[in-house]
């Protein structure tokens, strides 16, 4: 069975101090990986799509890495606009779906 | 350009009543997903249409539940009868066109329907 699973589920970071969100998958095959962001009351936003292992990809103080059999998102020095959720999507080969995780809720407290 | 449009955001019925949760995709879009969340849960996917197909409705209950996304005019999402475990958040996703027309992958959110109900 496909799955999706992130941790931590919750975590809190002072400003500046860096950390790392993970995402697992179980897939049957990866089309691709996707990282969005979504803040309370408001729609996913998407922030990276990663297609192969070793693939790296950099937006500010985020970067998105993925193996074969996970992805991590890390946060250099964040800053309290970067507290949100922080969802993990599969697309597999089939193309009609995207398997998404419960997301880690990420607190950066100034 | 503007993003995915859903409306209402926010909607009320009493059980048995009727849901209908629009939405318009993005200007060049023709893949559209809908999505449920719950909270303390993740999106779980619902459906999948293009522009009069419904290419994947695995994730949809079999009764009660019905989309469309018609040649002219937005997506719908129709809850017939609503019961109190259909309160919940709808997000509608849409996607352009990818060469093997299955979408590019990146899915562009509306800031989603609130049903609740009483």
């Known amino acids: 069975e496909d799955q999706v699973t992130q941790s931590p589920e919750a975590l809190r970071l002072q400003e500046g101090e860096s950390s790392s969100l993970n995402c697992s998958y179980t897939?049957?095959?990866?089309?691709?990986l996707f990282w969005y962001r979504q803040d309370p009351g408001k729609g996913p936003e998407f922030l990276f799509t990663?297609?192969?292992a070793g693939e790296e990809k950099e937006k500010e103080r985020l970067k998105a890495t993925l193996t074969k059999k996970e992805s991590f998102l890390h946060i250099t020095a964040p800053k309290p606009e970067d507290s949100a959720t922080y969802l993990c999507?599969?697309?597999?080969?089939?193309?009609?779906?995207?398997?998404f995780g419960t997301g880690t809720s990420l607190t950066v407290i100034p | 350009n503007a993003g995915v449009m859903q409306n209402p955001r926010h909607l009320v019925r009493r059980r048995g009543q009727e849901a209908r949760l629009r939405c318009s995709p993005m200007?060049?879009?023709?893949?559209v997903y809908w999505y449920r969340q719950l909270p303390e849960e993740g999106l779980k996917f619902m459906v999948y249409?293009?522009?009069?197909?419904?290419?994947?409705e695995s994730g949809m209950p079999k009764e009660r539940f019905s989309a469309e996304f018609p040649k002219e005019g937005p997506s719908i999402l129709r809850i017939q009868q609503v019961v109190r475990g259909d309160s919940a958040a709808y997000f509608c996703?849409?996607?352009?066109?990818?060469?093997?027309?299955?979408?590019?992958?990146?899915?562009?959110f509306g800031e989603g329907s609130r049903l609740t109900v009483l």
């Open positions: 200007k060049g879009h023709s893949h």
């Open positions: 249409l293009q522009k009069e197909n419904i290419i994947d």
């Open positions: 897939v049957s095959g990866l089309r691709g």
């Open positions: 990663l297609y192969s």
């Open positions: 999507a599969v697309q597999t080969n089939t193309g009609n779906q995207f398997y």
């Open positions: 996703a849409s996607s352009p066109p990818g060469l093997a027309g299955g979408g590019t992958g990146e899915l562009f």
